[in-house]
C-alpha cells in the first residue's frame, strides 16, 4: 500500500508561482511512475504531468507544457510541480497519483494510488 499527501497549495494571483509536493509512504517510490492530475469545480479529473522512474522522461498536457515542470527526488520520497506563470482557468484541485505501469501513462485508470488532493486557487 502506498500513501500520498499533497502540500503546496494556495491562492495565487495569475502569473504567480506555486510548487506542489507530493510525499509518497513507500520505500518502492523509485519504481513507480508518478503523476499529477486535476479536477475542476463540475469536471472531469484529467491529466496533467507525468514522470518515469528514474525523472529522466517527462509528459505533459499541451496547456501546461511550457509553464509547469515535474520532478522527483526518489531519496525523499517525493515528486514535485512547478507551476509558473499560473492562469485562472488553472484553478482546480490537484491530484497526485502513483502507477505499477512501466511507462507514464494519462489515463487516470492506470494510476493505483491517489492522495487527497490539495486546492489551488488563480485570481484574475
Known amino acids: 500500500q502506498v500513501q500520498l499527501v499533497e502540500s503546496g497549495g494556495g491562492l495565487v494571483q495569475a502569473g504567480g508561482s506555486l510548487r506542489l509536493s507530493c510525499a509518497a509512504s513507500?520505500?518502492?517510490?523509485?519504481?513507480?511512475?508518478m503523476g499529477w492530475f486535476r479536477q475542476a469545480p463540475g469536471k472531469e479529473r484529467l491529466f496533467v504531468a507525468g514522470?518515469?522512474?528514474?525523472?529522466?522522461?517527462?509528459y505533459y498536457t499541451n496547456s501546461v507544457r511550457v509553464r509547469f515542470t515535474i520532478s522527483r527526488d526518489n531519496a525523499k520520497n517525493t515528486v514535485y510541480l512547478q507551476m509558473n506563470n499560473l492562469k485562472p482557468e488553472d484553478t482546480a484541485v490537484y491530484y497526485c497519483?502513483?502507477?505499477?505501469?512501466?511507462?507514464?501513462?494519462?489515463?487516470?485508470?492506470?494510476?493505483?494510488?491517489w492522495g487527497q488532493g490539495t486546492q489551488v486557487t488563480v485570481s484574475s
Open positions: 497519483a502513483a502507477a505499477r505501469t512501466s511507462w507514464i501513462t494519462t489515463r487516470g485508470s492506470d494510476y493505483d494510488y
Open positions: 513507500s520505500r518502492t517510490f523509485s519504481t513507480l511512475i
Open positions: 514522470i518515469d522512474r528514474s525523472g529522466d522522461s517527462t
